[in-house]
């Protein structure tokens, strides 16, 4: 069975902290993407990586940074967390060519 | 990247068919349709692609005219717990998975 993980379901940190959420997939896929999503506004994309090492910036990239140092893991990092980046976080990846997605079961973020 | 345009909410009866109407005029060549269903809490769940003409699968089918710049996506004999939040997004390989708003569709019985 496929599977995305995320490493945390919920989460609360402080304001200023840094914050790390980490995704794992196990299929070999080669795209993987980092959302945000708010009561209202749908899934945000924050950023997404085509290749280890590589990264793109999405919809909504400011205030977060990513890494990909390995093909089945990729990284959101918020440098200085901030109350308005409490938000449920989802993690999904793809294979090469295809969009069929698979999803994280998401990370509830409450910054204070 | 394809814009897509999604009504914002539905409402049905169990038993009755939905259609559920995506608009994509700027779709790419390359570009797929694709359509995902998110219940409160979790992750979207993939539940139909297609390219042209009709799809269709266990869950749904999917309707897409000649010119592509729409889809539409059928849900036969919905019940309760197809009550849910409806996605339709347009990309192709490497590209950016962009979602909109989505449909939430509101069964009652």
């Known amino acids: 069975d496929v599977k995305v993980t995320q490493s945390s379901r919920y989460l609360v940190k402080r304001t200023g902290e840094k914050v790390f959420l980490e995704c794992v997939q196990d299929?070999?896929?080669?795209?993987m993407f980092w959302y945000r999503q708010d009561p209202g506004l749908g899934l945000r994309l924050i950023y997404f990586?085509?290749?280890?090492?590589?990264?793109e910036k999405g919809d909504i990239p400011e205030g977060y940074s990513v890494s990909r140092e390995k093909k089945e893991r990729f990284s959101l990092i918020l440098e200085s967390a901030s109350t308005n980046q409490t938000s449920m976080y989802l993690c999904?990846?793809?294979?090469?060519?295809?969009?069929?997605?698979?999803f994280g079961q998401g990370t509830r973020l409450t910054v204070v | 990247l394809a814009k897509t345009t999604q009504p914002i909410s539905m409402d049905s009866y169990e038993g009755q068919e939905v259609n559920i109407t995506c608009s994509h005029n700027?779709?790419?060549?390359?570009?797929?349709i694709t359509w995902y269903q998110q219940f409160p809490s979790q992750g979207p769940r993939f539940i139909i692609q297609?390219?042209?003409t009709k799809v269709t699968n266990e869950v749904a089918s999917l309707f897409i005219p000649a010119d592509r710049k729409s889809s539409t996506l059928s849900l036969p004999r919905v019940s309760l717990s197809d009550t849910a939040v409806y996605y339709c997004?347009?990309?192709?390989?490497?590209?950016?998975?962009?979602f909109g708003s989505g449909t939430r569709l509101q069964v009652q019985p």
């Open positions: 299929m070999d896929h080669e795209n």
């Open positions: 700027n779709i790419a060549t390359n570009d797929y």
């Open positions: 990586s085509y290749d280890v090492k590589m990264k």
């Open positions: 997004l347009v990309a192709m390989g490497r590209r950016a998975l962009t």
């Open positions: 999904a990846s793809t294979a090469g060519g295809v969009t069929e997605a698979f």
């Open positions: 297609g390219y042209k």
